[in-house]
């Protein structure tokens, strides 16, 4: 069974940067593909990214092309979100979620995902 587990969330200033990790473990990670979604209060979860097994293949949601990058340590089973110039809207509970894929990532690998972690909280001041 996949154990995914999130962290690197907090409480920081608009303008800052962060860098969320999520190591997974049960399964040999290099066979999964990865992603981020955030939930901001009172919305619906929404797909941030996504990264293939091997790292050569990243998918951006719209809103997050720009000042998100994704990536993986597949030595290290884990995967990281980079967030730059973080801004108050931001703010939201940071998921990470897998998927068993040798395919390369796109829109669609968003509604691929079957196992999530418990999420990190982001909370961007202003």
């Known amino acids: 069974q996949v154990q995914l587990v999130e962290s690197g969330g907090g409480l920081v200033q608009a303008g800052d940067s962060l860098t969320l990790s999520c190591g997974l473990s049960g399964r040999t990670f290099a066979r999964y593909a990865m992603g981020w979604f955030r939930q901001a209060p009172g919305k619906e979860r929404e797909f941030v990214a996504a990264?293939?097994?091997?790292?050569?293949?990243?998918y951006y949601a719209g809103s997050a092309k720009g000042r998100f990058t994704i990536s993986r340590d597949n030595a290290k089973n884990t995967v990281y979100l980079r967030i730059n110039s973080l801004k108050p809207k931001d703010t939201a509970v940071y998921y990470c979620a897998a998927v068993q894929s040798y395919s390369p990532v796109s829109e669609r690998t968003a509604f691929d995902f079957s196992s999530w972690g418990q999420g990190t909280q982001v909370t961007v001041s202003s």
């Open positions: 990264i293939s097994w091997t790292g050569s293949s990243t």
